[in-house]
C-alpha cells in the first residue's frame, strides 16, 4: 500500500485488513516514537524487513528508502494510491484539526502530538517530497521491472 501521505492509505489498508484476515503493518508504527521523532535508522530497517520477509502482509506506507524496491518485488500486489496533491494537502489539514479533538489518526503512533508546527510542516514536505520524488521513482521501477500487472489503482476513496 504505497501513496503520498494523507492519500488514505491507512483507511484503505483497514478495510482490507478486515475484509481479509491479512496482518496489517502501519510502517509509521515502527518510523516514529510517540513524540513523532524518527527513531534509529539502524533499528527500523531490519524490522521492515522481517515483515517482508514474512508470507502474508498488508504493508501501509513507504518506510526506509532503502526497503521499498524489495517490498515491491515481494508484494502479490501493489496499492498505488495516486490522490491529487491538493485533496492530500487537504487530508492532511484536516488530519490536524481531528487531532486538535482528541482523534488519533490512523496508522499514527497513539499519544503522537500530531497538532504541533514541526510535524505539520513536516507532513507538509513530505507530500511535496513524495509528490515531486518518490512516487516518480515508483513508477519508473514499476515499469522497468514490468510490474503492471500486479499494480492496482483503486479509485479515489472519500
Known sequence: MIGPIGSGKSTLAQRIHH???LPLYALDLLLFDEQGKVKNHKDVVPQVQEIQNSERWIIDGYGP???ILDRLERADEIVFL???LVLCWLLITLRW???LCGLPPRGQPRGLSVFNIN????SYL????QHQVMNPQIKLWIQRKNWTEKVKYPKLLL
Open 119 to 122: 510535524n505539520i510542516k513536516k
Open 97 to 99: 484539526i481531528k487531532s
Open 65 to 67: 528508502y532503502e526497503t
Open 19 to 21: 475484509q481479509t484476515g
Open 126 to 129: 513530505t507530500l511535496w517530497k
Open 82 to 84: 495516486q490522490t491529487p
